[in-house]
């Protein structure tokens, strides 16, 4: 790595990334010393008092670091072990410490690079993942990007919503519709696999006065793993006008070659949340809700998009990442995870007393299972 920076006509740049590996040499050469040291506790001149006047170099700087990151005298040494993010992680973090540098640039040129960085990167997400033609909102936390789906939802089904705000809602009350294998905490309503009980619910919402608004659909959580009916739910979400959104696990699988019709049906869905970190071994990433609207004035209003550079810069590092692992790399890494998954899931039907949960879902990364004993007096699992 460092014999390709000297390449690198920028000094600044390539300054960075030697800073970068150099960071993480020194935190991890600290880490093997303190396990070497079968837990050394924190001396009392390692306490921060006040700040100095003179300033302190680098690597007290980070000794200083690695001795928080050591935590309390009585935590066990192993808890707070480095993870070993490897070369494609340092691309990651290196995102962090470039886009603080691109944006001191002049306003015409972080302008351009930021929008390049954007486009890209969006490009390359909706080609990956089967979603033709979408737009992409970048976002640190998970749920984010349904909340301004939400709120996209919402101005486009009211149109006075801009001029009256929540005043309108009173009289016909929104509805968002979940998944039963959604994650708890997203709403107050629930969507059954029983699609035709979940279309009796929308109906009596009409009948009611409410607005069905938005359905959560499911595609694979480590806590359920089976995957909604999307094709049939996208159907009568059409024929309702509701906004349909998918996110899960499995989502993963649309960048591999075979790909379950059930996940398939998920690119024709209005949006859908990523989440790239995770399902390529990539640290301090963005997650992405990928989406499809034609007017972007309401994306604007709903804040998926933004004219600040910051706000364009969250994709710096996935554009970095993906760049270092390149299409081939990307799909192995997801190819990889569902082998795991299949060979784990063959060997713990040969274990007795543990169910397979969920056997439907052709390469999944996820595997859910059970363990039961049979009682001798009654028979029953």
């Known amino acids: 790595m460092d014999a390709s920076l000297e390449k690198i006509a920028d000094p600044t740049l390539a300054e960075m990334g030697r800073n970068l590996k150099e960071a ?6 600290s880490q093997r010393r303190v396990e070497d040291e079968n837990g050394k506790k924190l001396m009392s001149e390692d306490i921060p008092g006040p700040l100095q006047g003179s300033g302190q170099d680098m690597v007290s700087i980070l000794q200083l ?18 993870q070993n993010i490897g070369e ?9 410490s470039l886009g ?29 993942f089967r979603y033709e033609n979408g737009c992409a909102y970048f976002h640190e936390e998970e749920r984010e990007g349904l909340a301004k789906i939400c709120r996209l939802a919402i101005h486009s089904r009211y149109e006075d919503f801009v001029v009256d705000g929540f005043n309108v809602l009173y009289n016909k ?3 968002v519709y979940l998944s039963a294998a959604a994650r708890p905490g997203l709403g107050q309503y629930l969507c059954n696999q029983d699609v035709a009980f979940l279309e009796k619910m929308i109906k009596d919402d009409i009948e009611r006065g409410r607005l069905p608004l938005l ?14 009916k999307i094709g049939r739910l996208k159907e009568l979400c059409e024929q309702y006008g509701i906004w349909l959104h998918v996110e899960g696990v499995n989502l993963a699988t649309l960048a591999l070659g075979y790909v379950s019709s059930s996940v398939l049906a998920t690119t024709k869905c209005d949006s859908m949340t990523l989440t790239p970190g995770p399902w390529l071994g990539l640290p301090a990433v963005p997650a992405v809700t ?65 169910k397979i949960l969920v056997e439907d879902e052709l390469s999944s990364p996820v595997v859910v299972f059970r363990f039961f004993q049979e009682l001798p007096d009654s028979g029953r699992s």
């Open 24 to 29: 993480m040499k020194m935190l991890e050469e």
């Open 65 to 82: 670091v690695q001795n928080l990151m050591h935590g309390d005298e009585d935590e066990e040494p192993q808890s707070t072990r480095i």
């Open 88 to 96: 494609q992680g340092h691309m990651a973090l290196l995102g962090h």
């Open 100 to 128: 603080a540098f691109i944006s001191t640039l002049d306003k015409e040129k972080l302008r351009k690079l930021t929008t390049r960085i954007l486009s890209d990167t969006t490009l390359w997400l909706c080609r990956i």
């Open 173 to 175: 009350k929104p509805v």
């Open 215 to 228: 359905l959560v659909a499911n595609a694979g959580t480590a806590a359920v793993g089976h995957t909604d």
């Open 290 to 354: 990928l989406y499809k609207h034609d007017d972007p004035a309401l994306t604007l209003v709903a804040g998926l998009t933004s004219n600040k550079p910051a706000d364009k810069l969250r994709a710096l590092p996935l554009w970095l990442s993906l760049q270092y692992l390149g299409l081939d790399g990307i799909v192995e890494r997801i190819k990889h995870a569902c082998q795991l998954s299949q060979r784990l899931q063959e060997s713990l039907k040969k274990v007795n007393h543990i």
